[in-house]
């Protein structure tokens, strides 16, 4: 009996097509034969015309490959379950759109980050932190010592790059940055959550 490996991705996204083959979900390893034909099967057609989400057993997928091998043995490395974001039609961007989107994300975000950096600095009290430095170093009184203000601001900038391991749109290290970190936690909750709803709903046991 010849032996195929599959390996469902847990998060997959499919545009501008009308049927989900085993290829567009899952890698595939086996004998050469085999293997392209077993990409190539269709597992279903959605029948859908906006964006929807999908989860896909693994067990469907042996089935559908049994179904035309049935003396083939599929062993899964991968996920147990698959989920599909699929959209029958491919969007096509527009630039100026594009543009007009990351700008007004650039204006929030630079909004946002000065005032939390102000509440931060009033919080905190820095001002008067740094005439009580001031004071302890020179033994004078001042509402505006330069010497430590002006590190101070170029100090920022300097830390918030190191953090997030960024200068523009390269990285100074190949480690995740805190932020990317984030984001795949949090990309892992939202298709946990999404799976789990589908499947709920699929038996039968969801609720509002």
């Keep these: 009996m010849q032996e195929v490996y599959i390996k469902p991705y847990k998060n997959n996204k499919l545009e501008g097509k009308q049927k989900v083959l085993i290829k567009d979900i899952a890698t595939v390893s086996g004998p050469k034969h085999l293997k392209g034909v077993i990409e190539e099967i269709c597992i279903f057609k959605p029948q ?37 974001e699929f959209n029958p039609v491919k969007p096509k961007p527009h630039p100026v759109w594009e543009w007009i989107k990351l700008a007004v994300v650039c204006i929030v975000v630079f909004a946002g980050a000065t005032v939390a950096i102000m509440a931060y600095n009033t919080d905190v009290s820095m001002a008067k932190t740094f005439t009580t430095l001031y004071k302890v170093f020179t033994g004078e009184v001042s509402e505006s010592p330069a010497w430590i203000t002006i590190p101070y601001a170029i100090g920022m900038p300097i830390g918030v790059i190191t953090f997030y391991n960024h200068i523009g749109t390269k990285k ?29 709903e699929k038996r039968g046991q969801y609720e509002e």
């Design 48 to 84: 859908v015309t906006k964006i929807t989400h999908f989860v896909i057993s693994t067990l469907k997928i042996i089935e559908a490959i049994q179904e035309k091998f049935p003396d083939v043995s599929v062993q899964n490395v991968g996920e147990l379950d698959a989920m599909l």
């Design 172 to 200: 100074i290290t190949e480690d995740p940055t805190p932020v990317e970190v984030e984001i795949n936690a949090y990309q892992d909750q939202v298709e946990d959550t999404i799976i789990d709803v589908l499947t709920a």
